[in-house]
Each structure stands twice: as structure tokens, then as C-alpha cells.
């Protein structure tokens, strides 16, 4: 068998390369994402906003979250498409455009509940591997390594200080001018994370081959860079 060498095998390959981000909310995750996948020419797949899609589904029709069957009556109803423009992900929600409408509080709130509903996932499960089998993918969410791409080459699991998330977060709310204290913030973070990481399905871990990146003293392009430097060398 010949040889190759892990660069040159990466180029092979990289037209089918799905790269998987995940961590929790505040890490820096969409915005590392966002830049890695520009860096490298690659569709930006923000699984995040098929969660909230359903939120905002879930909300329209005037239903709680945290009915269980009543969101899941609404799924075989529902059809979710995703275009990819220039980089950026629109989500239509039965051929609506959605997308300026996914990162409210009341919506961030609500997927953060319809994300622990198993039929949700489940659902959700072949429309986000439907687009990895494009290839040359950069998909960020909370269960890409574990779940959703098990197989992905690569796959990064960022971690960040719950002061350094809740800045973060909480200068990225008043960037977007919504209201909301560091102490609001601090709550909200916490509950979604704790939500996140004790759901019973597809719980927020990290893959057992993930490689850990703590971002808390980090710039988003110095995490960048450690990712194109861990994938140029096939780690
Ligand atoms: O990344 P985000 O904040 O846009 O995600 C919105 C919600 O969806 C969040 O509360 C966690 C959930 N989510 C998930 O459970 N699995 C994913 N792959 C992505 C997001």
C-alpha cells in the first residue's frame, strides 16, 4: 500500500471533509464556525437555527414548548429548507424566510426546550446529513461529533469560563440592542447549558476523538488558527 502523507491526504479528500464544532452557548462556537468555514471555502451549517425553526414554528402556532405531543404533532406538518447564500444559511419554515426572526429571547428560550423533545431530534436528524453529504461542511451545534457526523475527520469541542460565556453573550445582546442584565444573562446561559447537558437524548458532550480548544483567553481567529493547523496536519 502506498503511502500518503496526511496533508496530501487531506487534499484528497477535503472535498468530502465535514468538520464538527460543538460546546455550549458562549463559547464563540458560530463565530469560530463562520471564520473556519470562509478560511477554507466551506458551507457554514448552523444546526442551532433548525432547533430555533422549530421554536418559532412552535410559538406561531401558539403552542408550549413544553407540550411534548402537541410539538410533535406539528413536526409532520412542518417542512424546513435551508439556501445557502454567500456564506450566510437562510432557513424557511414552509416557505417562509425565517431567519431575522430566529434569535429573539422568546425563541432562543423556546428551542432551548423543543431541542430536548426526542421526535425533534429525531426529525431534525436526516435534513442536517442530508446537507453533510455535500461535503466541505463546517457544522456547529451541540451534538455534531456525537450524533449527527460521528464519522467526521475532524471534530473540536470548545470550552470557555462561565464569566468569559456570559460576557460574551451578554455583549453580543447589547450589539443586537436587546435588553437584558449581565445577572439575566448569567441566568439564561445556565439554564440553557444545564438543559443542554442533562437532556436524556444526545446530551451535550463531548466525542470521545474531539480535541478540547479552551477559547476563554483566545480571539476567534487564534482558535481559527488552531483548527486549520490540527486539519492541515490530519489530527
Ligand atoms: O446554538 P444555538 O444557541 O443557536 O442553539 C439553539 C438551541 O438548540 C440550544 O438551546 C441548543 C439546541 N441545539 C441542540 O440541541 N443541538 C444542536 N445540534 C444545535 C442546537
Known amino acids: 500500500m502506498r503511502a500518503v502523507c496526511p496533508v496530501r491526504r487531506f487534499e484528497i479528500e477535503r472535498d ?11 463559547v464563540g462556537k458560530s463565530t469560530v464556525a463562520k471564520l473556519l468555514a470562509a478560511r477554507l471555502g ?4 448552523d444546526t442551532g437555527a433548525l432547533y430555533r425553526a422549530i421554536a418559532w414554528k412552535t410559538l406561531q402556532s401558539r403552542i408550549r414548548p413544553t407540550d411534548h405531543d402537541q410539538v410533535t404533532a406539528l ?13 450566510a444559511m437562510q432557513v424557511l419554515v414552509d416557505g417562509i424566510d425565517i431567519s431575522g426572526e430566529l434569535r429573539t429571547p422568546e425563541v ?23 446537507i453533510g453529504q455535500r461535503g466541505s461542511v463546517v457544522a ?16 473540536f469541542f470548545l470550552e470557555a469560563d462561565a ?15 436587546r435588553d437584558g442584565t449581565v445577572e439575566t444573562t448569567s441566568r439564561d446561559l445556565s439554564d440553557r447549558d444545564r438543559r443542554d447537558r442533562t437532556r436524556l437524548v444526545d446530551p451535550l458532550v463531548p466525542a470521545g476523538d474531539a480535541r478540547l480548544i479552551d477559547t476563554s483567553a483566545l480571539s476567534p481567529d487564534q482558535v481559527v488558527e488552531q483548527m486549520i493547523a490540527a486539519v492541515s496536519i490530519g489530527l
Open 75 to 87: 413536526l409532520p406538518i412542518t417542512s424546513i429548507h435551508m439556501q445557502f447564500r454567500h456564506g
Open 163 to 177: 464569566d468569559v460565556r456570559v460576557a460574551r453573550r451578554h455583549r453580543e445582546l447589547v450589539a443586537a440592542g
Open 16 to 26: 468530502r471533509v465535514i468538520i464538527a464544532i460543538d460546546g455550549p452557548a458562549g
Open 108 to 130: 432562543t428560550a423556546a428551542a432551548s426546550v423543543v431541542s430536548a423533545i426526542p421526535a425533534v431530534r429525531e426529525w431534525l436528524l436526516p435534513i442536517q446529513r442530508q
Open 140 to 155: 456547529e451545534g451541540r451534538d455534531m461529533g456525537t450524533k449527527v457526523f460521528p464519522a467526521a475527520p475532524f471534530k
Open 42 to 45: 466551506y458551507l457554514y451549517l
